[in-house]
Structures are given as C-alpha cells and as structure tokens.
C-alpha cells in the first residue's frame, strides 16, 4: 500500500483529507482561510476563485461537517453544484444542523468557504 505523503500548507490552511471521483483520480482537499459573508452563488464562486480556490462539492461539504464543522458558522454554505435539473438551484449546507439542500435559489444569499484541490 502506498504512503500518503500531506501537501504543504500555506498559513491559515486546514487539511481536510484525500477523495476520490467516479474514476478513481485522487485529490487532496485543503480549507483555505476566510468565510465570505452573504453572497449570491455566482458571486461566492467568484470570490472563491479570487483566492485561488472554488466552492466545495457536495463530498466536500459532507467531510467537512463531519470532521470541522468548528470551523464554519452554524449557517448556511454555497456548494460549487448547481442542480441538474434546475440550473437555477445550488447544492447548498447546514452548518448548523448538519443537512445538505439543493432548493438554494442562485439568488439567494449564503456564506462560502473556499477550498483547493491538489491531485495525488
């Protein structure tokens, strides 16, 4: 079996762990530092990539509450998934009590949290 080596990391960046996608390709995820307040989904996107990162998937979001949740406020977060059948939805979570929803309209204004992705 193969050792993980962890990525360095810049400060205020939190390792969240190893994915994988339907493929078998592999990735770090790492939480970079900073929470945007209340924005629009197309505005969080742009502000995630503005620090060089993107809104977390939906696996993403699930780790994360699972394993940091200290690290988000009890509140509502952007996911980088929009809903395959209503473009006008967003995959959003609940930091509070832990559930993922996906009737965010686009417009609506949520918290985001940026993540980078570094392949394995």
Do not use: C
């Amino acid at each position: 079996m193969q050792q993980l080596t962890l990525p360095p990391l810049a400060e205020g960046e939190t390792y969240i762990g190893a994915i994988g996608d339907a493929s078998g390709n592999l990735h770090h995820v790492i939480l970079l530092p900073g929470d945007n307040d209340e924005a629009t989904h197309e505005a969080a996107l742009e502000w995630a990539k503005s620090i060089g990162g993107d809104l977390p998937t939906r696996i993403e979001q699930a780790m994360l509450w699972a394993n940091h949740r200290d690290l988000f406020q009890k509140d509502w977060y952007w996911s980088n998934e929009i809903h395959h059948r209503e473009s006008g939805w967003a995959w959003y979570q609940d930091f509070d009590i832990g559930g993922q929803n996906h009737h965010g309209y686009r417009s609506y204004g949520l918290r985001a949290r940026a993540v980078r992705r570094l392949p394995i």
